[in-house]
């Protein structure tokens, strides 16, 4: 067991305990916990393709959102529990990473992201058209009162998206250790390049963006019982496509620890942002720290750390 | 339902939409499909455009078009500085790809919310005199609200494109992302080149603000609404062909007029933007492509 | 942003000059009673909500200048909800964990009073709702209540009076054309008129919706035109009505009845834009300056928050959102000076039981918290010359045709000669 598997085990149970005990008897936490984690997860899903592999997604919002919808009509079916959304969100946005791994077949740069752009806005259009799942007037997801033994329902909500955000984090990291993962640098650096050397890119990218896929799914799936409400302009919120970019950004695109860094930050700052100061200020913010970081320290929080203490990881 | 008179009137006012769409596509064809720098914060310098408008309008009773031409020289210097902020920060660095993107998306950001402080969250309109008036041609119906600015729209695309075609600075513009080296070459300093090809982009943004204010009534964040649009009409036009930007906007003006004259307006965007993953597709190079 | 931080200031000092008036009392019953909710202060809804801020602020203000509720000062806490539903539970939580609220109140909209609901219901906590349209419909909670005056079956008390009006007419029309916006409001508006064509007969000859961000409506209204009906009834958002209008008029719409479910003609800055083009349409309304909604208490009011609006960039007039803004909290306010008491349950009791007196008029729930009675207003836009605001902040402008009992003047029909 190597010290991240440790640290990752750590984080669960202490995570466990919280959530089942009552140390933290103010919920608050939790609520905003629930969202800073949720941002760990879609960073990091982003940076899959965004920071391995080059290919940027401005489409972020639409697949969380597939995953949110995906999970509303599992609850209009068959009152799916939370746990069986979950991987049926998952695979349904991997597929349509699948779909968009075929796009970057002809699509390459800027041409790709606009692509995505483009991905969202229809699925929006789809979502606002289709009925089943409220269409634009909205669904209504009335999340259970409780969870044994968690008490408190958000509470098991909260503690299900910690373990998300250690499984995401986790793929990540393999992705980044494997060779999987050097090819994808090759494809970063120069895709034409590393198809001659023999890599195989395609099959490469459409696993990258099948993961990248299935982790937004998922990130998107307890949304409808964290809300109880869902209508399309919130699930396909701008502020998912701008953060699942702004966090990696940040924190630093070349490693798993920069999405989380730039999530926990960024996040968390938000978080005090919408109860502090209340005001435009926020969304200034993000602007602001995302323009000095991307020209005062390109390579995010993480690199930073590296020019200053030396190589250590 | 289907009657010629709706067919007519629907490309009509398809045209006449696209040549709105056209206005504020200008710009980006320049900065996009010229030079090669992805701003997407272009729509919200065309917002701010509108608010420039407003502001002359509301004011000084101004005419919201005079007020856009007479803001777009300050619309220039403004891109003119912001490219010499993105040279400094990342081209010549070699390092604009994604962090030139997050950079612009930041810069959307920040221009929205300075004009939240400024103006509020209240939609703002203008009065002119070309606004409610209907011309019947026939059985053809021409809004004057719409037709002001579509022609408008097509003087700025002519200016723009004999500028390009006949300057000197103006071909260099065009070769500028092509072939660096024959420029330097022709003794033309490229990044000075795109400096007044970046400018003259932002300063298309000032004209095409005050079309927008015009047709809609507008708030600050409108302008992530045209993001999409924008896009697709650059790319389905085919990068850095000024004539395919013009021409894939009235495609899309005419796709979503007859779309929502005949099926569901509602289906109207998503027609648009499955034209574009479509475009993408199959001639990824757009309409008029190089 | 500055001016937010002042307000904030004032309503602070107010507060602290209002403890300071009753400092003879127990230093116990000096905390502030704190009421939190959401609010949109940025996004979509930014507009409206900032009105409604001030409202509420003048609330706050009066109430202790007036000695505040059961000897102590009230105190306002709240939190800009981005018009963004994802962040409304934090904000729920955050204020009844951390800020220790006794009371809270929603913020404006259905979209963000909805995802408070599942946390108001497990701490069985009295909610009242500004402006949300049919959201107890799925939960049947029964300590929610609801300001808007939609009814006690909204989604078709909302279009009831248009409706009525509709088949009082000579000649009564037989066809009608629905068309709204792609969101939550006019999709219920649309889908609550639906209804009433259908139990009236009214063959529906369009029924279309349209994306919000539409840009030119001509396409829409002519496809309308061609089908020649007889109403057209619309469920806009502000920017697509003043779209629909423009359309309309610039291709002379010939319709006998003409509006419904329009958001945003309401606002002063819309109506001034639109001007005589408003003429004849038939909207709903909330409360508009005729002589027969001259509520005491109003004008005072009205008067405090148009002092208060100017240069912030909302509504200058104040009459649709900001009058509710002001009930809904008065409202809270008599419950707790009646029954003395912060106790929830107690609260809802009383509110399911009064009738109360407001800016608004006189206000009572239904069981399920919906207004017992609809106070849907239905008015036609008459005699506009210009577009001064003046102009609407005249009796005459807004004449009231429904509910007859508040009506003020006579519907001119059809729409065609009305303009």
Redesign the interface.
């Known amino acids: 067991m190597t010290r991240f598997w440790i640290g990752a085990v750590a984080v669960i149970a202490a995570g466990l305990l919280l959530a089942m005990t009552d140390i933290i008897a103010n919920s608050f936490w939790f609520f905003a916990a629930y969202v800073v984690l949720q941002y760990v997860v879609l960073a990091t899903a982003w940076n899959i393709m965004g920071g391995y592999m080059g290919y940027v997604n401005f489409g972020s919002a639409g697949f969380f959102a597939i995953g949110a919808y995906t999970a509303i009509v599992m609850y209009n079916l068959i009152k799916a529990p939370l746990l069986v959304m979950i991987p049926l969100s998952g695979v349904v946005c991997g597929l349509m990473g699948l779909g968009m791994g075929y796009l970057t077949l002809r699509l390459r740069g800027v041409y790709f992201a606009i692509g995505t752009l483009a991905l969202a806005v229809v699925l929006e259009t789809l979502m606002v058209n289709w009925d089943y799942v409220g269409g634009a007037t909205g669904a209504y997801v009335i999340r259970p009162r409780e969870m044994e033994p968690f008490g408190d329902y958000v509470k098991f909500l909260t503690f299900v998206m910690l373990v998300l955000a250690v499984i995401a984090v986790a793929a990540a990291r393999w992705v980044e250790r494997a060779k999987f993962g050097r090819g994808l640098h090759a494809i970063r650096d120069d895709e034409l390049a590393a198809e001659c050397a023999g890599i195989p890119t395609l099959r490469l990218k459409l696993i990258a963006t099948t993961l990248s896929g299935f982790l937004m799914g998922v990130a998107g799936a307890p949304f409808p019982l964290y809300v109880g409400f869902v209508e399309p302009v919130s699930a396909f919120n701008l502020a998912y496509a701008v953060n699942a970019i702004a966090m990696p950004m940040i924190g630093g695109t070349t490693m798993w620890a920069g999405p989380v860094i730039g999530a926990l930050l960024l996040g968390t700052a938000q978080q005090i942002a919408n109860v502090t100061i209340s005001s435009e200020l926020n969304l200034l913010i993000v602007g602001l720290v995302l323009v000095l970081f991307v020209t005062l320290a390109p390579e995010g929080i993480v690199g930073l750390v590296r020019k200053y203490f030396g190589r250590g990881r | ?1 289907f ?1 010629f ?2 067919l007519w ?2 490309l009509v ?2 045209v ?2 696209g040549g ?1 769409y056209a206005a504020v596509s200008l710009g980006l064809s320049i900065t ?1 499909g010229q030079l090669d720098i ?1 701003n997407i914060s272009h729509p919200a310098f065309v917002i701010l455009g509108a608010y420039i408008a407003y502001m002359g309008n509301e004011w000084w009773g101004f005419d919201p078009i005079l007020t856009g031409v007479a803001a777009a020289p300050f619309f220039y210097l403004i891109g003119v500085g912001t490219y010499r902020f993105y040279y400094e ?2 081209e010549r ?1 070699d ?1 604009e ?7 612009f ?6 221009v ?3 004009l ?2 400024v ?7 203008v ?1 002119a005199p070309y ?4 011309w019947e041609i026939g059985m053809i ?1 021409i ?1 004057t ?2 037709f002001v600015p579509c022609m408008v729209s097509l003087v700025m695309f002519a200016a723009v494109y004999l500028y390009l075609a006949r300057t000197f600075t103006g071909r260099a513009i065009l070769a500028v992302s092509q072939d660096r080296l024959a420029l330097e070459l022709m003794a033309a300093d490229p990044v000075r080149v795109k400096q007044v090809g970046f400018g003259l982009g932002i300063a298309t943004a000032a004209i095409a603000g005050a079309l927008l204010i015009i ?3 507008i ?1 600050p ?2 302008g ?2 045209y ?2 649009q924008v ?2 009409i650059v ?1 389905l036009g085919g990068l850095g062909s000024i004539t395919g930007t013009l021409v894939a906007a009235l495609i899309l003006g005419v796709a979503e ?1 007859l779309v ?3 099926y ?7 027609v648009a ?2 034209v ?2 479509l475009a ?2 199959v001639r ?1 190079q757009g309409l008029f492509g190089r | 942003m500055l001016s937010l931080n002042r307000r904030g200031l004032l309503a602070g000092a107010a507060a602290l000059g209002a403890a300071a008036l009753i400092a003879g009392a127990p230093a116990k019953a000096a905390e502030p009673i704190k009421v939190g909710f959401s609010m949109a202060l940025t996004g979509g809804l930014a507009g409206a909500g900032k009105s409604a801020l001030i409202a509420m602020q003048i609330w706050e203000k009066d109430t202790n200048a007036a000695g505040g509720l059961l000897g102590r000062p009230v105190k306002l806490i709240y939190y800009d909800d981005q018009t963004n539903a994802a962040t409304v539970p934090g904000i729920y939580t955050k204020l009844l964990d951390v800020d220790k609220v006794d009371l809270v109140v929603s913020g404006y909209g259905t979209n963000l009073i909805a995802p408070a609901m599942p946390i108001m219901m497990q701490r069985n906590l009295t909610f009242i709702a500004l402006f949300g349209l049919a959201v107890n419909d799925k939960f049947n909670y029964d300590r929610y209540f609801q300001i808007l005056p939609a009814g006690p079956k909204p989604i078709t008390d909302w279009s009831r009076g248009f409706f009525e009006l509709a088949m009082e007419q000579d000649p009564k029309p037989k066809t009608i054309a629905l068309v709204g916006a792609d969101a939550e409001f006019a999709k219920n508006a649309v889908k609550g008129a639906r209804i009433h064509a259908k139990n009236y007969g009214l063959e529906i000859v369009y029924d279309g919706s349209y994306h919000p961000k539409t840009p030119d409506f001509t396409p829409i209204v002519r496809a309308i035109q061609a089908r020649k009906p007889d109403v057209v009834y619309v469920g806009s958002y502000p920017p697509d009505s003043v779209g629909m209008v423009k359309a309309a008029t610039e291709i002379g719409l010939k319709t006998k009845l003409f509006g419904g479910g329009m958001v945003g003609l309401q606002y002063a800055t819309i109506m001034t834009a639109l001007g005589p083009k408003l003429n004849g349409i038939v909207n709903y309304d909330f409360w508009v300056p005729e002589p027969t909604l001259n509520f005491e208490g109003v004008e005072a009011f009205l008067a405090k928050y148009q002092a208060a609006a100017k240069g912030k960039g909302v509504d200058p007039l104040g009459y649709y959102l900001p009058t509710y803004a002001h009930a809904y909290l008065e409202i809270l306010g008599q419950a707790v000076k009646a029954t003395n008491s912060l106790d929830h349950g107690k609260l809802a009791e009383h509110m399911r039981a009064t009738t109360y007196d407001t800016v608004v008029g006189k206000v009572k729930f239904a069981p399920n918290g919906e207004w017992a009675k609809t106070r849907t207003l239905m008015v036609q836009y008459q005699d506009i010359k210009d577009n001064e605001l003046d102009t609407f902040a005249k009796a005459g402008t807004r004449v009231v045709l429904y509910p007859k009992e508040w009506a003020s003047g006579k519907i001119r029909y059809p729409y065609t000669e009305a303009k």
């Open positions: 339902m009657t008179e709706l009137n629907a006012a398809g006449l939409l709105f996009f992805v920060a990342f660095r390092d790809a994604l962090r030139g993107l997050a950079f998306f930041g810069v959307m950001f920040i929205e919310v300075v939240i402080m103006y509020g969250v209240d939609f703002r309109s009065q606004i409610g008036g209907n119906g809004p609200r719409m047709i809609i009534p708030e964040s409108v992530r609404l993001i999409g896009f697709a790319v007029s929502s004259t005949f569901g307006p509602s289906w109207a965007p998503a933007f499955s574009l993953l993408l597709a990824p």
